[in-house]
């Protein structure tokens, strides 16, 4: 996006805010046409802003901004798709904000990524009109590894080249994928990992979303996926995700699946 833009009309996910001064709030924006950008909304806080019901986080939303001395700063707002039911149960609170922070984190300022805003749209319809948002999620996970570049090997040992048979394997998150039975215990930070979830993997990795969703996982698989593609994202990202722990605690409340 070119620097010298005095004004931006934008589609936008609001990721997060916080407060900013007396009656303002900062906004992390994901937009279609530039990628992250951060924005002021002055005077969001006070009780008659015309602006307060559009910035919340997960909203899609329609933007004009200008561009101020060191932020942009919104000077409309109309929503486009407001995700209520996001907000209205905590499991879907939970896979939304993962979402969404996993953008935040692999993404960076102005730099344009229309295909992933893409996959953020679905991804949040899909888990707010579901009754269970873990496919939904495994499968943004992997395709947004895609989109950043950090794609898992997850056909040919990374080590040898040899094609993963159906046994179990490793993962290693350093070598970026699967390894097998031979190189695996050569690598010290591998991790086993079992037929089906390498299977379902691949699966999610090579098909539309329209084959992925008719995954039928056992327990322990869902356990094994979600523990293996959040080892491999924090590694990528050299730090720990916020959003996981969220996600454990509703599940031990009952609220979750």
């Given at each position: 996006?070119?620097?010298?833009?005095?004004?931006?009309?934008?589609?936008?996910?609001?990721?997060?805010?916080?407060?900013?001064?007396?009656?303002?709030?900062?906004?992390?924006l994901?937009?279609?046409?530039?990628?992250?950008?951060?924005?002021?909304?002055?005077?969001?806080?006070?009780?008659?802003?015309?602006?307060?019901?559009?910035?919340?986080?997960?909203?899609?939303?329609?933007?004009?901004l200008?561009?101020?001395?060191?932020?942009?700063?919104?000077?409309?707002?109309?929503t486009?798709?407001?995700?209520?039911?996001?907000?209205e149960?905590?499991?879907?609170?939970?896979?939304?904000?993962?979402?969404?922070?996993?953008?935040?984190?692999?993404?960076?300022?102005?730099?344009?990524?229309?295909?992933?805003?893409?996959?953020?749209?679905?991804?949040?319809?899909?888990?707010?009109?579901?009754?269970?948002?873990?496919?939904?999620?495994?499968?943004?996970?992997?395709r947004?590894?895609?989109?950043?570049?950090?794609?898992?090997?997850?056909?040919?040992?990374?080590?040898?080249?040899?094609?993963?048979?159906?046994?179990?394997?490793?993962?290693?998150?350093?070598?970026?994928?699967?390894?097998?039975?031979?190189?695996?215990?050569?690598?010290?930070?591998?991790?086993?990992?079992?037929v089906?979830?390498?299977?379902?993997?691949?699966?999610?990795?090579r098909?539309?979303?329209?084959?992925?969703?008719?995954?039928?996982?056992?327990?322990?698989?869902?356990?094994?996926?979600?523990s293996?593609?959040q080892?491999?994202?924090?590694?990528?990202?050299?730090?720990?995700?916020?959003?996981?722990?969220?996600?454990?605690?509703?599940?031990?409340?009952?609220?979750?699946?």
């Amino acid at each position: 996006m070119p620097k010298l833009e005095r004004s931006l009309r934008v589609e936008a996910v609001v990721l997060r805010h916080s407060d900013w001064g007396e009656a303002d709030r900062l906004l992390t924006l994901f937009t279609r046409e530039a990628g992250i950008l951060r924005a002021l909304a002055k005077g969001a806080r006070k009780p008659r802003s015309r602006k307060a019901g559009h910035i919340e986080p997960f909203t899609r939303v329609d933007l004009m901004l200008a561009r101020g001395k060191d932020l942009w700063i919104v000077t409309q707002a109309e929503t486009v798709e407001s995700f209520q039911a996001l907000r209205e149960d905590l499991m879907r609170t939970g896979y939304a904000s993962y979402a969404v922070e996993l953008v935040d984190r692999f993404s960076y300022e102005e730099g344009e990524n229309r295909s992933l805003y893409r996959l953020l749209m679905e991804t949040l319809q899909r888990v707010a009109q579901l009754p269970d948002g873990f496919l939904p999620i495994r499968y943004f996970e992997i395709r947004l590894l895609d989109e950043v570049g950090f794609r898992p090997q997850l056909f040919h040992c990374v080590t040898c080249g040899e094609e993963i048979k159906p046994e179990p394997q490793y993962f290693s998150a350093q070598l970026g994928g699967a390894l097998c039975p031979k190189c695996g215990p050569r690598a010290a930070e591998a991790r086993a990992v079992s037929v089906e979830t390498l299977k379902y993997m691949r699966h999610f990795q090579r098909s539309g979303y329209a084959n992925a969703s008719r995954a039928v996982l056992a327990p322990a698989v869902r356990a094994e996926m979600e523990s293996l593609l959040q080892y491999y994202l924090t590694w990528l990202l050299e730090r720990g995700l916020n959003s996981p722990s969220f996600l454990r605690e509703v599940r031990k409340s009952g609220n979750g699946v």
